[in-house]
């Protein structure tokens, strides 16, 4: 595995800048998942790494070396997409070993048989090798095709929302075990996603993309609890994050040139407190209960866990946990000497 | 306001039966949800309330009168594919009106009409705007208004939020259930999505091969499952569903999950295996116990954290705040919250426990 490496890339399609000025570093053995809106730059930013796409600007490196010149067949990384593409007319073993027959490969049949079935057993789907590509699950297809890439063994992964075509279940298996894959190979894998929870799951960073820019770039507990700045704030977190005028709550700013204050739904208690509000909805998510408040005429969620008694349009007293507050400039980034402390 | 009624409906195609024997209320001015998994039968079952499709058998009432010969144009229902369907080239004003307009609907009527949904979405300073210049949540919101200015007697909605991400898909179903607040017209709503459904419903019917699995209250589904299709369809992450020995202390069950007794735990009786049901949330760590496994994942979800523990159990997920600290590795001892426990049996129906049994006899 290797490291990969932008320095100051950017790349414009027309008059749309699609990736602007992006430094970062991916280290050997990281999953680094970046997550934004569709338009972001989460693709391109990707291709860039793949080689499929050339920087106006910048350089791209891959274990130390500058391959911004370099095409995509020399970079030994390995795309995998949201839509997989397996070879019907295959079974899973040709399927997983169709990489490695490649004539510049010059794999012995036993190497190959060797390493297809390492992965099978990895991915859990040893039991399928004989099964034709289209008798698979769609959970079974993803497998295969990360397996696919797998065999190959290249220096990098790039994937692009790989599990966005699944349903939520599968997709939830399929995190953890793509996690576990990651840790027992100590894969390299650069991860792109508009799925918050796939990011804070599965990311030992994330980068938060938007409009071509990275705003963030942080573990995933950083990010949720100390964001750089508001559109980061809005992008992770469900309920997403309170955001209040300052003027509204003059009593929690705590200092001048705060413009707004950040709360999050699970930093308010409902029941006790100094502060007075009207139940506006009440949405039972299972574990969890979603309470909109009705707050000097502003709406309000609280994240709680039971929702005893609680009735709409009913008056009750909250508060807020003062300690995890987030206080945001006119510009909507963090001020750092405030807040959290 | 409208009752719906479903006796007997049974629809089959081509030898293929889409919906088996349903018999169904929605009660006037609810949220009804139709929830399952696709090919469940739940679009059929909306279509065939709408007049879309044709039962093969039973009937359909729309307060107690009998509809289902009656077209689809003259049982004065809404039926809501997608929201985000507008004319681009009007203004918002003019969108929310053309359901009226379209009617014949006078002019001035129309315009009260407009100004009321519009009061009622937090649009009314909008209705001089063109789509173009609108965010995607004003635009929703215009949708919806679209749908409602015509106040049908009743809504039904085909998985209208099936296009949005996440975080929009959370914002309209907070304005969906405001808005049926407001009006508090009958509505009918069909998903896959059990997110969605908790949060909007009154009532939720989970469907399962063209049967209803379960009728009840999100909370009612949430916390007493009757069967494990529902106690796995309902919740993220699914309840925990482990099997256990039941043996005899003294005459009375206990349960035993992968050779540890389990003697605080309700059991039930009369069988000698059953499946225990528990939700992520109602797994506690307990360094005394003697059920343990070792940390698989540690999933951070902001206000919240799921842990996958693997263990001679198989795999069990536990829910805690995201300030208890567990890692890749860790071999935590669990425990189960006594009163949160279900029983299934063998074919995955709910089971009563000896306990319960007393409690409800006495």
Redesign the interface.
Known sequence: MAELRFEAVSKSFGDLTAVRELTLTLADGEFLVLLG?TGAGKTTTLRLAAGLERPDSGRVFIGGRDVTDWPPAARDVAFIFQTFSLYPHLDVRDNLAFPLRAPARRLGEAEIRRRVEAVAELLGIADKLANWATQLSGGEMQRVAIGRALVREPRLFLMDEPLSSLD??LR?TL??EL??IQ?DLGATILYVT????EA??MADRIGVLEGGELLQLAP??EV?DRPAEVRVARR?????INLLPAALVPELVPASGVARIGI???DITLGTGAFRARV??I??????T?V?LEFRDTGLHA?T?GRDGLQ?GQQLAFDLARDRLLSFDERGHLLTSTGTG | MTAIRLEGVSKRFAGFTAVDALDLTVPDGSFFVLLGPSGCGKTTTLRMIAGLEMPSEGRILLDGEDVTELRAGRRDIAFVFQLFALYPHMNVRRNIAYPLRSRGVARAETARRVEEVARMLRIEHLLDARIGRLSGGDRQRVALARAVVRRPRAFLMDEPLGTLDAAFRELMCEELRGLHDCIGATTVYVTHDQIEAMRMADLIAVMNRGRVEQLGTPEELYHRPRSTFVARFIGSPAMNLLACRIEQDAGDPVAVLAGVRLPGIPAPAGTAEATLGIRPEHVRIDETSALRGEVLAVEYLGARQVVTVEGPFGLLKLRAPNRLALAFGDRPGLAFDPGRVVWFDADGRSLATARRREAAGG
């Open positions: 809106p939520a279940k939830e995190r953890i996690k576990r840790r508009h799925d918050q929870i804070t799951t995933p507990r949720y992770l977190g469900s309920p997403a999050r739904p699970e506006r909805q949405e039972p998510l299972g574990a969890d979603v909109l994240l866990t709409t």
